[in-house]
Every structure is written in C-alpha cells, then in structure tokens.
C-alpha cells in the first residue's frame, strides 16, 4: 500500500511554528486481522536537532532539547497521538510528561511516564 499523506490540525501547526520545528505525516494500512477489528495508531517520531549553537554550555543545551521535546510532545498530543517515540531519551523527560499532564496539554490523550532501559 501506498502512503498518502494526512491533514494536520490548526492547533498542532501552531505549536509547531512558534516551536520552530516542522510536523510530517503519513498514513498506510495494514491487511485485515482475522480475529480483531481495524483499529487506529497514531505513532509520533521526535527526531532531535540541536536548538542552540555548539558552542553553549552544555546545560543550556539541554534545557533547550528538553524545551523543544516539550513542544513536540504537545503538538503530538493535538493529533492524538498514541506513541511517541524519542530517539533517545534522559533522566528528565518523565518530568516533562507529567508537567505536560498535570498542565492539560495532553488533549485528553494518555500520557504514560517513561521509564529509562539500560
């Protein structure tokens, strides 16, 4: 099957914008599952970028990285997203999830707190 792509709502364009990073998507089908009904997954990508130059200290960086997934996240969760996957993750990002959660930034979607594999 073909991708085709998708509309993005006004509300995640926005965040997008004022967050200076761009949202793409795509949608595919799968076959039909013989013992399940059709269901929908939305699955979010966070693909990083480094937001200040190299030269800042590396603590600003990172507050920085974290600013950016912050809104990333947010975005996400305007276009129910059900996923969202980092490609790679810190110490501090279950604090950001639940500051977005207890803020109302999820769009009713379920935010579940991370936890880092090792």
């Not at 089908?29 to 699955?43: D, Y």
């Not at 990285?65 to 790679?88: D, P, R, S, V, Y």
Request: net charge positive; proline share 4%; aromatic share 6%.
């Amino acid at each position: 099957m073909r991708c085709r792509t998708l509309e993005i709502s006004t509300e995640a364009a926005e965040i997008a914008a004022k967050g200076g990073f761009d949202i793409q998507t795509e949608k595919f089908g799968a076959a039909p599952e013989e013992l399940r009904s059709p269901r929908i997954t939305r699955v979010a990508l966070f693909q990083n970028q480094i937001p200040l130059p190299t030269h800042a200290p590396v603590k600003e960086q990172r507050g920085a990285l974290h600013a950016l997934a912050e809104k990333a996240i947010t975005a996400a969760a305007a276009l129910k997203t059900n996923i969202f996957c980092f490609q790679e993750t810190w110490s501090e990002l279950s604090n950001i999830i639940s500051k977005l959660y207890k803020a109302g930034s999820h769009n009713g979607v379920e935010l579940t707190r991370f936890r880092r594999l090792s």
